[in-house]
């Protein structure tokens, strides 16, 4: 491994903070909460069959829920052990035996009866299966054979007739990479995967707004800034683990802001299994929610940026780091015409949020060195999310809040190697190598892809670790 400015794991203080309890009551007896002490007690009797590979899992590999890079039961981030629900939620997928040969071979309409959580209860494939046309049950391939038929059917379609789709959970990056470059020397590029729709906007705004498409902030930068922003974003249930660097961060004097159309509990009151003082007494997350409405982010920002145009007219250098606006940013002028020239009443109309308190964190960010803006599907699953990423960066940029410690950009993922399937497969989404070059095709994506299936263009799909029929038809 090379060198890294990464310093690795750093220690916190592990003195009580009560002003950051939720309340004194042990457990947060009475009040609506994860139940982490049943649903620990319940993950431990379901791998009770198990319990040793279990351990090892746990303590030896990777987590593949989220995307905090837990390895073992250490990450990058604190010192001291991690564990969470969603890793042990995903635990039994690893540990499960194979389904009996009685419920593999079963007749089809009896298999229908069963859920798609009850089939996955019932244990994992143990090997190749197939149903030919008017048979009512599968049938045992061996592998060899699982083999020469798909390739035997693939030789006989044009590789326009391939679709590939991946998830982003539990895939590593090495896998997304190769099947990147299957699918390309197969001689297709209809690939796609469950990040695009998740993170793709991330990808493409942040190469547009400041040259890169991925965070410039890690998760020890939350830990000391002034200001910790989580837009559209309810972190402590897609990725639990980050509750404790938040409450690191409190500890530092950090205020976390967390705006979204709901008041997600969990941002507001959240209980940390793996630290004793939030186990016990519970951790106050969120120090302010604004309620915006849906999809009034950008008129959000707006506001934000129109009163610190307004103090820069009292004061220059109020709100805006002019030092850093004229070394690395283009078009300021015309960012503040096209700010100036909306309303409050427009603002506020769009937004749902008073112009009261859109200049109470206006001035908030304003009077910080540093921020660190965090967001995640609220901002991205919108037909406008690219421009929504954009105007956080705009936040960003006029503040200077970029490239130093404790300040930066984070699109939150909530999968593991949700970044580099952004940037490996999408990056290369629509390109594909002919005779040595590279040529210019549309790929389709998800929803074409199921189109050509229907047209019976499409003869031809990888799911990779996906339940992907079953969602798209649900959906349908």
Not at 243 to 269: H, R, S
Not at 290 to 302: C, K, L, S, T, V
Not at 401 to 418: D, E, I, N, Y
Request: glycine share 8%; proline share 4%.
């Amino acid at each position: 491994m090379g060198k890294t400015k990464h310093e690795g794991p750093i220690k916190v203080s592990k003195m009580p903070a009560p002003k950051h309890w939720v309340s004194p009551i042990p457990f947060g007896l009475g009040k609506v909460k994860p139940k982490h002490i049943r649903d620990t007690m319940k993950t431990v009797w379901d791998n009770k069959d198990n319990l040793n590979y279990a351990k090892n899992i746990l303590t030896k590999g990777v987590c593949d829920g989220c995307a905090l890079g837990v390895s073992g039961l250490q990450d990058q981030t604190l010192k001291g052990p991690h564990i969470c629900t969603t890793r042990l939620n995903v635990l039994r997928l690893n540990t499960m035996p194979a389904m009996k040969e009685e419920i593999v071979h079963a007749d089809i309409d009896e298999l229908k009866k069963y859920s798609s959580e009850e089939l996955r209860e019932l244990g994992r494939v143990p090997y190749p299966l197939i149903r030919r046309k008017g048979e009512r049950s599968f049938s045992r391939l061996e592998w060899d054979e699982a083999m020469d038929i798909i390739a035997k059917k693939m030789k006989t379609l044009d590789p326009k007739q391939y679709g590939f789709y991946l998830t982003a959970r539990g895939i590593t990056n090495e896998s997304y990479y190769v099947a990147g470059k299957v699918a390309r020397f197969l001689g297709t590029n209809h690939i796609d995967n469950a990040s695009r729709i998740c993170h793709s906007p991330s990808k493409t705004a942040l190469k547009r707004s400041i040259g890169v498409g991925a965070s410039t902030s890690n998760y020890q930068d939350w830990i000391g800034t002034d200001v910790l922003m989580f837009w559209g974003s309810v972190a402590s249930n897609s990725s639990p683990v980050s509750t404790k660097y938040m409450l690191a961060a409190k500890k530092q004097g950090t205020k976390i802001i967390v705006v979204n159309p709901y008041k997600e509990p969990a941002m507001d009151e959240y209980w940390v299994p793996s630290n004793a003082e939030s186990a016990l007494f519970g951790t106050k997350v969120a120090d302010d929610f604004y309620q915006i409405n849906i999809g009034g982010d950008i008129a959000f920002m707006h506001g934000i940026m129109k009163h610190w145009f307004d103090m820069e007219e009292a004061t220059r250098g109020s709100a805006i780091n002019h030092a850093f606006v004229e070394e690395h940013v283009n078009d300021y002028e015309a960012l503040k015409t096209k700010v100036q020239a909306q309303t409050w009443d427009e603002i506020v109309e769009s937004s749902g949020v008073t112009q009261e308190r859109i200049i109470e964190l206006s001035e908030l960010l304003a009077n910080s060195k540093n921020a660190v803006y965090a967001w995640a599907l609220g901002l991205t699953m919108h037909s406008f999310a690219t421009d929504n990423i954009s105007q956080v960066a705009n936040l960003a940029l006029l503040r200077g809040h970029l490239g130093r410690k404790h300040a930066g950009l984070m699109p939150f993922r909530g999968h593991s190697s949700v970044q580099v399937l952004v940037r490996w497969a999408l990056i290369h989404l629509f390109y594909l190598a002919v005779a040595g070059k590279t040529k210019r095709l549309n790929g389709l994506r998800n929803c074409g892809t199921l189109t050509f299936l229907n047209g019976k263009e499409i003869f031809v799909v990888f799911p990779l670790r996906t339940r992907f029929f079953l969602r798209t038809m649900n959906a349908s």
